[in-house]
């Protein structure tokens, strides 16, 4: 609230600075110190009711109340009514700088994406729109109209407006890389190297220009031992393979794959493929077709600002790449996932409906989605009915499915259902896969929640012995046990083993700070209880842990406001309110 109150106040001083600049223009053959007197008068005496001059009366009340609102919906994720705001308040076009690139993005979140290049092309002569994202829309229209001349006359223009931001600088690049791809129908080989997505855009470019090293390319991209996940791009080999009529070679590929552990995308090309419909995937992606190329490119960048939490920017350049390939609608997966991670559930279950039983994949994830609003909006038992009935609808549901319906009784804190769908899971796999290392921990923690601590150890020990580094099943066996009181001197080496695997991870620092508290180190214990709670401000055990741990010290006033912040947490369960109740009169020996 205070972010967006200081952007309108900024706002606020800025179209002032307009409006001085406005009365200077219109009074510049006046003596310069009247012009002074009446803009030191204006600044004091305005008001909505005295505006009589005809040098404001364009700055009318409604006109700034209108932006105003409109910047308070957009902060607010509300582009909907921001949208209206900005579009009744037009007339600050000419006067307000910021104003013009405030409504474009709003166009854009909004998916309108064609006006808002007209109103960029209608204001091209003024400066209000010399801004990144103007040009970006620019060259995405003349590549989408194939005219890649004008496209190379707006990018001139755009590598002036990189403002030394990174990311910047990679879409100006790769834009310029791959219009000089598509102009001179040749790779050029002094461009910049950017590393992965070096490698991402040379393979494109190769398979556009049906390069024979094409293959190569892509085999090196999806390459198993490769550092990065590349598996978004063995659906577009598969794509490639198909597109030059090698079936077998499709099939043989996707025999490889199973289903449980691959992201949706290369899930649903499986699934056509084993159902022979292979002319869906040229229904939605080719490349040979330069806008399907800049479309996967800006999709790419998309999911770079989301993975930043840079929500609107995602969207910003998700809606772009949804404009040059409309038929690739499984981008919108990544939209309703922003829309829900803005708690803007309405506009998620809304981008969700694209998505039907025909992409079976995709529709599960709609479920799933969906599912999770609910659990948003209401709570997670209703989340977990909605979404059994609808899995109890599927004929021959998957393994993917069966794991993801497991999950989601855990979440609701059914953990004996959870254990039943996660041993159907376990009974179907190699036992020795990294995925049943992980399916393994899951169950270990649902049998430790029912208290069930023998199985808990032994799924949680199994989990170990396929992967003894994994630093998350370390810490989780590791504070059971000392929950319990139970082999401490190991559970502290474990501990400190995970810490030396993942030192920044906040739950591991909470577990090897509360093991010192049990073995009696407070001190030791204070400083990574300390760091816990720096990096979890809101987690309610870990401020119960550092309460406990500053009344051993001494530090009882400390002590006491850390508990009381647990009581106001909205999570706290019932359970430890009452503890943290008792243990705010008597300290955590009477708990």
């Not at 009974?427 to 020795?432: A, E, M, V, W």
Request: glycine share 2%; proline share 2%.
């Amino acid at each position: 609230k205070y972010k967006i109150l200081l952007n309108c106040i900024y706002e606020f001083i800025s179209i002032y600075q307009a409006m001085i600049r406005f009365v200077f223009n219109h009074l510049k053959f006046k003596i310069l110190k009247y012009i002074k007197l009446v803009v030191l008068i204006g600044l004091v005496y305005q008001t909505p009711t005295n505006t009589k001059s005809a040098s404001f009366e364009k700055f009318d009340s409604r006109y700034l109340s209108n932006y105003f609102s409109g910047i308070v919906a957009y902060e607010n994720k509300d582009n909907s009514n921001s949208l209206d705001f900005f579009r009744s308040s037009k007339i600050l076009i000419d006067k307000h700088d910021p104003y013009l690139k405030r409504y474009i993005f709003s166009l854009v979140q909004e998916n309108k994406i064609t006006g808002a290049i007209n109103l960029i092309k209608q204001n091209l002569r003024k400066e209000n729109t010399d801004f990144f994202e103007s040009y970006v829309l620019l060259v995405v229209d003349s590549i989408k109209k194939d005219n890649f001349d004008q496209a190379e006359k707006y990018l001139v223009k755009l590598s002036f407006l990189t403002e030394q931001n990174r990311f910047n600088l990679i879409i100006y690049e790769t834009l310029r890389q791959y219009i000089y791809v598509f102009k001179e129908k040749r790779i050029s080989f002094n461009d910049q190297n950017f590393g992965n997505l070096t490698l991402i855009t040379n393979t494109f470019k190769r398979c556009y220009l049906g390069d024979i090293n094409t293959e190569d390319f892509f085999l090196k991209l999806i390459d198993e031992n490769n550092k990065f996940d590349y598996s978004r791009y063995l659906f577009f080999y598969l794509s490639y393979l198909i597109e030059n009529n090698r079936i077998d070679d499709a099939i043989k590929l996707t025999n490889k794959i199973e289903y449980i552990n691959n992201p949706i995308l290369l899930s649903q090309g499986k699934n056509w493929i084993e159902n022979k419909k292979y002319e869906n995937f040229k229904k939605v992606f080719s490349c040979k077709n330069h806008k399907d190329l800049i479309s996967e490119f800006l999709f790419l960048i998309s999911n770079l600002y989301s993975s930043q939490d840079q929500f609107e920017k995602s969207n910003f350049y998700l809606n772009i790449a949804n404009f040059l390939n409309p038929k690739f609608v499984f981008n919108l997966a990544l939209v309703a996932d922003n829309y829900y991670l803005n708690q803007n559930y309405e506009k998620a279950k809304e981008t969700l409906k694209v998505f039907n039983k025909e992409t079976l994949f995709y529709y599960w994830f709609r479920i799933k989605k969906e599912a999770q609003i609910i659990g948003k909006e209401s709570d997670d038992i209703k989340a977990l009915n909605y979404l059994v009935k609808e899995f109890s609808k599927f004929d021959n549901p998957n393994l993917k499915m069966i794991l993801d319906v497991g999950n989601f009784h855990k979440s609701a804190k059914k953990y004996k259902k959870a254990i039943s769908f996660y041993s159907t899971v376990l009974s179907s796999i190699d036992s020795n896969s990294e995925l049943s290392s992980d399916i393994l921990y899951r169950r270990g923690g649902s049998y430790e929640r029912i208290k069930d601590f023998e199985n808990s150890d032994k799924d949680l020990l199994a989990s170990l012995e396929i992967d003894p580094n994994d630093a998350y099943v370390l810490n989780y066996l590791a504070y059971s046990w000392l929950e319990r009181d139970y082999k401490i001197d190991e559970a502290i080496s474990m501990l400190e083993k995970a810490y030396a695997i993942k030192s920044n991870d906040p739950y591991i620092i909470d577990s090897i700070g509360w093991a010192y508290y049990l073995i009696d180190d407070y001190v030791k214990a204070e400083k990574f209880l300390k760091r816990a709670v720096e990096l979890m401000p809101d987690d309610p055990i870990v401020n119960d842990h550092y309460g406990d741990i500053l009344w051993k010290l001494d530090r009882k006033i400390q002590a006491r406001y850390f508990w009381s912040n647990v009581l106001s947490f909205e999570d706290t369960e019932e359970e430890m309110k009452e503890k943290i109740n008792i243990k705010l009169i008597s300290g955590p020996q009477n708990t």
